[in-house]
């Protein structure tokens, strides 16, 4: 038996969205390419960075 086999040579970041947490790193990553959502995701990340560091 044989069968075919397919591929894609690709360029960029891969996001495996069928983990959960690379769900979220790809959220993280697209909204932060936004102009429009960078700003606030980033001070948002850094305000969790914050909290987390004075626990």
């Known amino acids: 038996d044989r069968q075919a086999v397919y591929a894609y040579d690709f360029e960029g970041k891969r996001y495996?969205?069928?983990?959960?947490?690379?769900?979220?790193?790809?959220?993280?990553d697209f909204s932060l390419?936004?102009?429009?959502?960078?700003?606030q995701v980033n001070e948002y990340i850094h305000t969790l960075v914050e909290k987390e560091k004075a626990k």
Not at 33 to 39: A, G, T, V, W
């Open 16 to 28: 495996d969205v069928g983990d959960k947490f690379g769900f979220i790193k790809a959220t993280i």
């Open 33 to 39: 390419d936004r102009e429009d959502l960078h700003d």
